[in-house]
């Protein structure tokens, strides 16, 4: 179970030895026509701490694909890769090493057959989920039903971890079929974005509300920031179950409510609070917020659209 005491090693495990050797695989050629490719297997090139380079990883599991038939047999590494998604993911480090059990892989051609044998052949593989990136992963707006990737094989947990400028890291826990593809990278840009409007706007630490929470990376930060009180909301149920654990995972008890509805249809008189300092929206790319945008600017005195 992780916990901040013990986040630090974690970080620590993901950090390459001395002993590993950097390997870079030709990104728009053929993978057949790299000169090791009949070798690729569990063993190649991998360190005696137990990590392997990402190309040769990558190149592995897509010569699999090419010989399952799901991938031309000229495919490449940057044309024809499944989507690598880390279980364990920490902002600074851009990870060229990989553990045993640390992917997750993503791609809409995956089968059962397919996937059996990545987790059977490529230690690294922890999950093979079905699906394009390009959908979008549990609700959308309030029309909308929700959305799964489909898992195949595996755990599809994945932990994120965002450095921030208050000097406290923020862990976000997710299951990757059910949320929305995002790696701590961007949610570190967002809340860099949210530390900057805060204080450049003098911003009351009051109320706030998290108006499209997710995960809750934007609350929590809020929170952390000095808030008084912070509302989390979110319209995916799954979210907010989610969102419960987050909390706790970052050793928030108190100061918070949590609803379950469309922003849209959330009751302001149901907030309990006589004034609302700011209203945080992060809604997904290409979403129509202009109604929430309205209601936003009408409840709270600070509106934030990331």
């Known amino acids: 179970m992780l916990s901040k005491e013990n986040l630090e090693k974690r970080i620590e495990d993901i950090r390459e030895c001395g002993e590993c050797r950097d ?9 057949k026509d790299y000169d090791d490719f009949d070798k690729l297997c569990d063993d190649f090139k991998r360190c005696g701490c137990g990590k392997r380079p990402i190309d040769i990883v990558m190149a592995h599991i897509l010569k699999i694909m090419i010989e399952e038939e799901i991938v031309p047999e000229k495919a490449t590494l940057r044309r024809n890769s499944p989507v690598p998604l880390s279980k364990f993911y920490y902002s600074s480090l851009n990870p060229q090493f990989l553990n045993k059990n640390s992917l997750i892989l993503l791609h809409h051609d995956f089968t059962k057959d397919v996937a059996s044998r990545l987790m059977g052949e490529v230690s690294e593989v922890a999950c093979v989920l079905k699906g ?9 707006d309030r029309g909308s039903e929700v959305y799964h990737f489909e898992i195949l094989e ?11 400028l208050i000097n406290e890291k923020i862990i976000l826990v997710k299951n ?8 701590a990278v961007t949610t570190e840009q967002k809340l860099v974005q949210l530390h900057n409007y805060l204080e450049n706007n003098n911003v009351k630490k009051g109320v706030a509300i998290d108006a499209m929470c997710g995960l ?18 979110d319209i995916n149920p799954e979210m907010v179950e989610t969102l419960k654990e987050n909390l ?3 050793g928030l008890e108190d100061s918070f409510e949590i609803f379950n509805e469309s922003f849209e249809d959330l009751d302001v008189e149901d907030l309990d609070v006589e004034d609302l300092d700011l209203c945080v929206i992060d809604a997904f790319p290409s979403s129509d917020i202009s109604e929430i945008t309205k209601k936003a600017e009408r409840i709270a005195n600070n509106v934030l659209i990331i």
Do not use: C, W
């Not at 390997?23 to 993978?31: A, H, R």
């Not at 809750?216 to 909301?233: H, P, R, S, T």
């Open 23 to 31: 390997i870079q695989i030709k990104k728009f050629s053929p993978i």
């Open 132 to 140: 394009s990136p390009q959908d979008t992963v549990g609700v959308f």
């Open 154 to 164: 595996g755990d599809d947990t994945q932990i994120n971890v965002m450095r921030t």
């Open 176 to 183: 990757q079929s059910k949320h929305h593809i995002e790696v």
């Open 216 to 233: 809750g990376a934007i609350g929590i930060y809020l929170l952390k920031y000095g808030f008084e009180k912070v509302i989390f909301n």
């Open 248 to 250: 706790k995972i970052n």
